[in-house]
């Protein structure tokens, strides 16, 4: 109760009594401000939580449902299971590439291509560097155009439509809250993404992440748990006709992924990250914005992926003719056997360092040729998700963490991705799991 003031003025020879306005303003302003919380009382939750308003626009009400920690999770598994599945994996992976390799490239190019340079190069040496099982030409330019280009594209097309709809700020709002629990923020979901499409390109925009614990991290997991487009549409392809083996598959690395960066996150020295993101208005993708992003991101992909096929070519030339390439086989031969495959599919892993594609590539062949039942096609496909990151990666890692640390990476990941493979088999193995 608010009690006015009693000023004395003196003045004609009378004392007058006054009420202060004071105390009449105070208590107007306080009725004002009474109203105003019992307004904001009735727009509040019992637990304090605002309650939308019922008039919000179309777009607000999208916004809520994409960022709400429960219903944001079955919208990203849709723009997962249509836009990564079926249109990367199944259809980029499955029709396009069994066209191109198999019909373009396997009946008429190549044959034309290896029957000429034949003819006019007399040579055994030259003949397998160019057009021999592992030639510039019979693999290196046939993987990057038939294999890897309309994986990528898809993947690239996917990404740009993502990103001009504004999705992307949401989607790290939404897993701001399980990446902290793995030492990241929601700012890592672009680098996490972009890793689908290129590992290498991904670990260069790990620099944006804020500490250099964060970029770290985000490396570490990039390099062991996320699969590139080609990689990552090969194997869909390759299991998308069993769905127990795709299941396995994609339980396994996403426990990795957890496993590992939780484990970092604990050991690691440095602050927890914050998470400041602008976010935009959600709008439709515009058809030139989406072309000219997937443009300028498969042009600067094919430039730097093109070179490197042909460098990995030259290598297992240079490897075959030295000997080295058939000792780093035999090598690689024994945890092949460890975990449960086949001698020959040593091959799968050593190709998977000259490039990931290269090693997903000979799993398709062996798929295609019969030499893997279907538990070690999930253990082959597992072990080599989880493998050393490809040689451009990790020149890439060496780049922006340093060479100690790309070293002490692959250390780790080498050994973690077959005993991961052995344990996977084992335990398949012990359930009486028939895929």
Same mark, same amino acid.
């Not at 299941?247 to 440095?270: D, H, K, M, N, Q």
């Not at 058809?287 to 093109?306: D, G, I």
């Not at 690689?332 to 892993?349: C, K, N, Q, R």
């Not at 340093?402 to 990476?409: D, P, R, S, V, Y």
């Given at each position: 109760?608010?009690?006015?003031?009693?000023?004395?003025?003196?003045?004609?020879?009378?004392?007058?009594?006054?009420?202060?306005?004071?105390?009449?303003?105070?208590?107007?302003?306080?009725?004002? !401000? /009474? $109203?105003?919380?019992?307004?904001?009382?009735?727009? /509040?939750?019992? +637990?304090?939580?605002?309650?939308?308003?019922? +008039?919000?626009?179309?777009?607000?009400?999208?916004?809520?449902?994409?960022?709400?920690?429960?219903?944001?999770?079955? &919208?990203?598994?849709?723009?997962?299971?249509?836009?990564?599945?079926?249109?990367?994996?199944?259809?980029?992976?499955?029709? &396009? &590439?069994?066209?191109?390799? !198999?019909?373009?490239?396997?009946?008429?190019? !190549?044959?034309?291509?290896?029957?000429?340079?034949?003819?006019?190069?007399?040579?055994?040496?030259?003949?397998?560097? #160019?057009? %021999?099982?592992?030639?510039?030409?019979?693999?290196?330019?046939?993987?990057?155009?038939?294999?890897?280009?309309?994986?990528?594209?898809?993947?690239?097309?996917?990404?740009?439509?993502?990103?001009? *709809?504004?999705?992307?700020?949401?989607?790290?709002?939404?897993?701001?809250?399980?990446?902290?629990?793995? %030492?990241?923020?929601?700012?890592?979901?672009?680098?996490?993404?972009? $890793?689908?499409?290129?590992?290498?390109?991904?670990?260069?925009?790990?620099?944006?992440?804020? *500490?250099?614990?964060?970029?770290?991290?985000? +490396?570490?997991?990039?390099?062991?748990?996320?699969?590139?487009?080609?990689?990552?549409?090969?194997?869909?392809?390759?299991?998308?006709?069993?769905?127990?083996?795709?299941?396995?598959?994609?339980?396994?690395?996403?426990?990795?992924?957890?496993?590992?960066?939780?484990?970092?996150?604990?050991?690691?020295? =440095?602050?927890?990250?914050?998470?400041?993101?602008?976010?935009?208005?959600?709008?439709?993708?515009?058809?030139? !914005?989406?072309?000219?992003?997937?443009?300028?991101?498969?042009?600067?992909?094919?430039?730097?992926?093109?070179?490197?096929?042909?460098?990995?070519?030259?290598?297992?030339?240079? =490897?075959?003719?030295?000997?080295?390439?058939?000792?780093?086989?035999?090598?690689?031969?024994?945890?092949? &056997?460890?975990?449960?495959?086949?001698?020959?599919?040593?091959?799968?892993?050593?190709?998977?360092?000259?490039?990931?594609?290269?090693?997903?590539?000979?799993?398709?062949?062996?798929?295609?040729? %019969?030499?893997?039942?279907?538990?070690?096609?999930?253990?082959?496909?597992? *072990?080599?998700?989880?493998?050393?990151?490809?040689?451009?990666? @990790?020149?890439?890692?060496?780049?922006?963490?340093? #060479?100690?640390?790309?070293?002490?990476?692959? =250390? @780790?990941?080498?050994?973690?991705?077959? @005993? /991961?493979?052995?344990?996977?088999?084992?335990?398949?193995?012990?359930?009486?799991?028939?895929?």
């Amino acid at each position: 109760m608010i009690i006015p003031e009693i000023i004395e003025r003196k003045g004609s020879g009378k004392v007058e009594k006054i009420r202060a306005e004071e105390g009449t303003g105070i208590k107007r302003r306080a009725e004002e !401000n /009474t $109203g105003i919380k019992r307004r904001a009382e009735e727009d /509040t939750g019992i +637990n304090g939580s605002k309650i939308q308003n019922r +008039n919000l626009g179309f777009s607000e009400k999208i916004d809520s449902i994409l960022i709400h920690p429960l219903l944001g999770i079955p &919208v990203l598994f849709l723009i997962l299971y249509f836009g990564l599945y079926l249109f990367v994996g199944v259809f980029a992976a499955g029709t &396009v &590439v069994d066209f191109l390799e !198999n019909t373009v490239f396997g009946g008429y190019i !190549n044959p034309f291509v290896t029957e000429k340079f034949v003819s006019l190069v007399p040579y055994p040496t030259l003949q397998d560097l #160019f057009v %021999g099982e592992y030639g510039i030409f019979t693999q290196a330019v046939t993987y990057a155009i038939a294999l890897i280009l309309p994986i990528v594209g898809a993947f690239f097309l996917v990404f740009s439509i993502i990103e001009d *709809t504004g999705y992307l700020p949401r989607l790290g709002l939404l897993l701001d809250g399980m990446f902290k629990k793995i %030492g990241l923020s929601g700012r890592a979901v672009i680098p996490m993404v972009l $890793g689908f499409g290129c590992s290498t390109m991904a670990t260069m925009v790990t620099r944006t992440l804020e *500490t250099k614990r964060e970029r770290l991290i985000a +490396n570490i997991l990039l390099a062991l748990a996320i699969p590139c487009s080609a990689q990552l549409g090969i194997i869909l392809s390759i299991l998308s006709k069993s769905p127990e083996s795709l299941l396995i598959w994609s339980v396994v690395i996403l426990l990795e992924f957890v496993l590992i960066g939780f484990l970092a996150s604990r050991i690691l020295p =440095g602050e927890a990250p914050t998470f400041i993101l602008e976010m935009p208005p959600l709008r439709k993708p515009k058809l030139s !914005n989406v072309l000219v992003k997937t443009y300028s991101r498969m042009h600067w992909y094919f430039l730097e992926v093109l070179p490197l096929f042909v460098l990995a070519s030259v290598l297992i030339w240079i =490897g075959k003719l030295t000997g080295l390439f058939a000792l780093a086989l035999k090598i690689i031969e024994y945890p092949t &056997v460890w975990i449960g495959l086949p001698p020959d599919a040593a091959d799968v892993f050593l190709f998977g360092f000259f490039r990931r594609d290269f090693g997903a590539a000979g799993l398709y062949g062996m798929h295609d040729s %019969g030499l893997l039942t279907g538990v070690q096609l999930v253990v082959a496909a597992i *072990t080599l998700t989880l493998f050393m990151p490809c040689i451009a990666q @990790f020149m890439m890692t060496i780049k922006e963490r340093g #060479f100690k640390t790309a070293l002490a990476i692959s =250390g @780790f990941i080498f050994p973690f991705a077959f @005993f /991961t493979g052995f344990i996977v088999n084992n335990l398949l193995k012990l359930l009486g799991v028939n895929l």
